[in-house]
């Protein structure tokens, strides 16, 4: 059983508090108020390190809200530190409801703010807690709402692609495609590709755009592979083979039999695809892939993390695909004491409010003024979700591990690393820009000069449309 008890109004109400009495949300400016027993802590004590922890728990979003405190509860037990006193604020998942808790928060005399989830909470509470210097560690996944001493523990988009390009380019891949949405995850997706080849020494070649609400990718995926000429090729191959066959020629139709199931022939311009998405749109579009002939061994599929929340397993051409994901190592006792409690399996984002409580106890050891440094420090922290830091601009690295889609389940075929020392894999991408000597992709779906401003922020020098050689240096349209 938990028997954590906070401040006044902010214990947690469902179990081991005084009263049989459940908790309410009081409609009182986004306070969480929670029947408690004060009785076991010193709410004036000058050693107290206070959390205002910002939460959706009305509102559309009140599952998750429900479920991130939950975490937190958990972590509270195990923390067992009567001097760390988290208060819950319920932001209802709206701009407005997050200004007001945080405001409240900060009366209350927060010395950081856990939260809120959702990125417009994020960009609407930052002048605030910047203004009062308190720093905030948030849920988010958008980086662009980040900044200085507003940080995330969520899983950012640019550390996934990283992660999961620079294991494919240690294995081997050098030419990557990308087939992305057009919009704002998939210029994050293209932005870290490019960061990320350029830190690998290898090239993003292909970029294929598909508007968001698509299911059909034939169109574009049949430009990607250039299958017309790829097609022709074949087709004319196939002709001379027959020709030389009729003649005699055991060697022809030997290979004339290879190539009986072939649509298309010649070297493909890529030889991995990343695919930010799941579900049957992920399925779709790697069997259109795999019926224009760019399938494994000759392509390897990548993912984001979003794609262990499917099951694959059983589709042949996903099989052998890898994508990164948040290591499970130690995930195992966080999901079997929340479900001992709450009686539920917990979501894969509670994890990461059990990692932002846990965390805060380490820096309520430090002086107030210290406690950038102490987020920011380099050597990073151990949570549940394994090894995470944070960088000064508010983003945040996670040891991710990459797992491999096979018949039997998923495997974990590179394990994330214990700590961040001396690994060049994780070390925080450099910056994307015009001149960062990129070499221009073959883009399709979006016109060229929109493309290249959503990805490096200005169109690439001309000087650098070359043309492709034997060793992939370059490439143009």
Known sequence: ?????????????????????????????????????VSEINISSSDSFRVGMLLPLSGPAARHGQGLRNAAMVALDDINNPNLIVQFYDSKGTPEGARTAVKNAISQKANIIVGPLMSTEVQAIANETIYQGVPVIAFSTAQEVLQPTVYTMGLLVEEQVDRIMSYAAQKGRSRFALLIPDNSTGNAVAKAAFKSARKNNVAVTVVGYYKPGTSDFSGIIKEMTDYGTRHGAVVRKKAELEARAKSGDASAAQELKRLKTKEGIGELDFDAVLIPESGAKLTAAISMFAYYDAAYPDVQFLGTSIWETGKFNNETAIVKSLFPAISRAHSAYFAGKYNSVFGERPSSLYSFAYDA??????????????????????EGYIGINGAFRFFEDGSNQHSLDILEIRPSGNVVVDAAPKNFNNDISHEKLPPVDVYSGFAAPKIYGKNRQSAEIAIFGSLLPTEKELSYDDAGSSITE
């Open 357 to 378: 409580v846990a965390l805060t106890n380490q820096l309520a050891k430090q002086p107030p003024e210290n406690i950038n440094q102490a987020i920011t420090k380099p």
């Open 1 to 37: 059983m938990l028997k954590k008890f906070s401040a006044v109004l902010l214990c947690f109400g469902l179990i081991a508090c005084s009263s049989t009495r459940g908790p309410k949300v009081a409609d009182r400016g986004g306070i969480q108020e929670f029947n408690s027993d």
